[in-house]
Antibody, heavy 115, light 106 residues
Framework: VQLVQSGGEVKKPGASVNVSCKAS????????ITWVRQGPGQGLEWMGW????????KYAQKFQGRVTMTTETATSTAYMELRSLRSDDTAVYYC?????????WGQGTLVTVSS | SYELTQPPSVSVSPGQTASITCSGD??????VCWYQQRPGQSPVLVIY???KRPSGIPERFSGSNSDNTATLTISGTQAMDEADYYC?????????FGGGTKLTVL
């Protein structure tokens, strides 16, 4: 199992970022994808999940209206878009396989929000 | 909102047993999992559904969950176990992480 994420991004406040997560080594549609972020020197923060099979999502209340999670089953890729970025969105963003618990994680994508 | 509380730090001598707690209201009524995160690395699942170890996780890692407290126990702690540990549980349909515990092996 491998989850490979897109490279780091630098964005200005108010912009949007789209992080991709390409899965391999398992049947993509049979497991959900969870997104978690970690601010500098901070703990883990759950953002939500998406089920590629049912194409349904659950977002943390904190991100409702600002985040969209999608999947592309043809390429076994998950995407997470975060809009209206603020400086406190600067963090490493992780995708992970599984919803109830996550048995495999991507390498993380550093998103830096700075003017 | 629901909260999970972990001690910020725990210290243990090599070969001894380390216990890391995670407290929350009626936590024993839901499943807890634990992640290990070494500096600069992605988290690794070490315990799921309170007590189960994923393939490849050493037997020295064990978990329990009862009443308001879940515990991750590392028996015969080794230097390589030095890391941050996070508990995770579910509050209805949203997942929550504890604040994390830095385990130092002295």
């Amino acid at each position: 199992v491998q989850l490979v994420q897109s490279g780091g991004e630098v964005k200005k406040p108010g912009a949007s970022v789209n992080v991709s997560c390409k899965a391999s080594g398992y049947t993509f549609i049979t497991y959900g994808i969870t997104w978690v972020r970690q601010g500098p020197g901070q703990g883990l923060e759950w953002m939500g999940w998406i089920s590629p099979y049912m194409n349904n999502t659950k977002y943390a209340q904190k991100f409702q209206g600002r985040v969209t999670m999608t999947t592309e089953t043809a390429t076994s890729t998950a995407y997470m878009e975060l809009r209206s970025l603020r400086s406190d969105d600067t963090a490493v963003y992780y995708c992970a396989k599984g919803i109830e618990y996550s048995s495999s994680w991507g390498q993380g994508t550093l998103v830096t929000v700075s003017s | 909102s629901y909260e999970l509380t972990q001690p910020p730090s725990v210290s243990v001598s090599p070969g001894q047993t380390a216990s890391i707690t995670c407290s929350g209201d009626k936590l024993g009524d839901t499943y807890v999992c634990w992640y290990q995160q070494r500096p600069g690395q992605s988290p690794v699942l070490v315990i799921y559904q309170d007590t189960k170890r994923p393939s490849g996780i050493p037997e020295r890692f064990s978990g329990s969950n009862s009443d308001n407290t879940a515990t991750l126990t590392i028996s015969g702690t080794q230097a390589m176990d030095e890391a941050d540990y996070y508990c995770q549980a579910w509050d209805s349909t949203s997942a929550i992480f504890g604040g994390g515990t830095k385990l130092t092996v002295l």
